[in-house]
């Protein structure tokens, strides 16, 4: 993929932080034209990873950066977010759908990411995640 | 019942509480717990609570104010009370499909539906 938008950030996990970066990845799809569903997605992918990657990666510690490297071409934007913490074993997130589980409070934040990208790689030991969004 | 810093508004009628969100975007941390905080406060001073949320100019939201919705919810069931969704934006609704919340949730497309299904 030839980028139209290439930026990588290094990001204190904090809130604020974290909104301008994001901020700034929805700007430059707006800007090459994404339409309103993709910046949907890419927003709501790009927010759970980033809180996965604060709260249970980073453990919300100031100190400890996200790394979020960002590529906009015009047929796929991806998204690559990782944090410092230990990693986890996706296989042992628990299935948020089943009818058991529709009552429990959190483990929908990566559900909702592969639903809405077209490819997504949690790469061992679990502290990374890469995200495609492929253009309609 | 609405602050200067609450995060909804609130409003009263015939028994049900309509609350409706300040903010476009139910994203950060703070805020969805503050307003699952808000909204206890209203569930536990009612004894079988009607409840109905509006999500009239709300853009989007994370799986944190899924969560939020759903204590509030197992909360409002345990009071024997009543709650209801509405108003919810076609791409958000998608993600209540998705998360097959759309079977815990009565989801209502507008406040009058809403309003007409308590009982």
């Given at each position: 993929m030839t980028a139209a938008f290439s930026q990588r950030f290094v990001l204190p996990s904090r809130r604020e932080d974290i909104e301008a970066a994001t901020e700034t990845v929805l700007?430059?799809?707006?800007?090459?034209?994404?339409?309103?569903?993709?910046?949907f997605a890419v927003r709501l992918s790009l927010e759970e990873a980033l809180a996965n990657a604060v709260?249970?990666?980073?453990?919300d510690d100031a100190r400890r950066h996200v790394t979020l490297l960002c590529e906009i071409g015009a047929s796929e934007a991806v998204l690559d977010v990782?944090?410092?913490?230990?990693?986890?074993?996706?296989?042992?997130?628990?299935?948020?759908?089943?009818v058991e589980n529709l009552d429990?409070?959190?483990?929908?934040?990566?559900?909702?990411?592969?639903?809405?990208?077209?490819?997504v790689t949690v790469h061992p030991p679990g502290n990374r995640i890469t995200m495609r969004y492929h253009r309609a | 019942m609405t602050s200067a810093t609450s995060r909804?508004?609130?409003?009263?009628?015939?028994?049900?509480?309509?609350?409706?969100?300040?903010?476009?975007?139910?994203?950060?941390?703070?805020?969805?717990?503050?307003?699952?905080?808000?909204?206890?406060?209203?569930?536990d001073s009612k004894t079988s609570p009607k409840v109905l949320i509006s999500f009239t100019n709300v853009d989007h939201l994370s799986?944190?104010?899924?969560?939020?919705?759903i204590t509030i919810n197992n909360r409002v069931r345990s009071k024997d009370g009543q709650?209801?969704?509405?108003?919810?934006?076609?791409?958000?609704?998608?993600?209540?499909?998705?998360?097959?919340?759309?079977?815990?949730f009565q989801i209502h497309e507008d406040t009058q539906q809403a309003l007409a299904s308590f009982k």
């Amino acid at each position: 993929m030839t980028a139209a938008f290439s930026q990588r950030f290094v990001l204190p996990s904090r809130r604020e932080d974290i909104e301008a970066a994001t901020e700034t990845v929805l700007a430059a799809l707006d800007r090459l034209g994404y339409d309103k569903a993709a910046v949907f997605a890419v927003r709501l992918s790009l927010e759970e990873a980033l809180a996965n990657a604060v709260r249970h990666g980073n453990k919300d510690d100031a100190r400890r950066h996200v790394t979020l490297l960002c590529e906009i071409g015009a047929s796929e934007a991806v998204l690559d977010v990782q944090d410092e913490g230990e990693g986890f074993d996706p296989g042992m997130v628990p299935d948020p759908t089943a009818v058991e589980n529709l009552d429990i409070p959190s483990g929908r934040g990566l559900m909702l990411i592969r639903s809405f990208m077209a490819d997504v790689t949690v790469h061992p030991p679990g502290n990374r995640i890469t995200m495609r969004y492929h253009r309609a | 019942m609405t602050s200067a810093t609450s995060r909804l508004r609130v409003s009263e009628s015939d028994g049900i509480t309509r609350v409706e969100f300040v903010d476009r975007n139910i994203l950060d941390e703070a805020n969805i717990q503050q307003i699952g905080a808000e909204i206890t406060r209203i569930v536990d001073s009612k004894t079988s609570p009607k409840v109905l949320i509006s999500f009239t100019n709300v853009d989007h939201l994370s799986s944190a104010a899924l969560g939020t919705l759903i204590t509030i919810n197992n909360r409002v069931r345990s009071k024997d009370g009543q709650l209801r969704l509405a108003n919810i934006d076609p791409q958000i609704h998608e993600v209540f499909k998705i998360t097959k919340l759309d079977k815990l949730f009565q989801i209502h497309e507008d406040t009058q539906q809403a309003l007409a299904s308590f009982k």
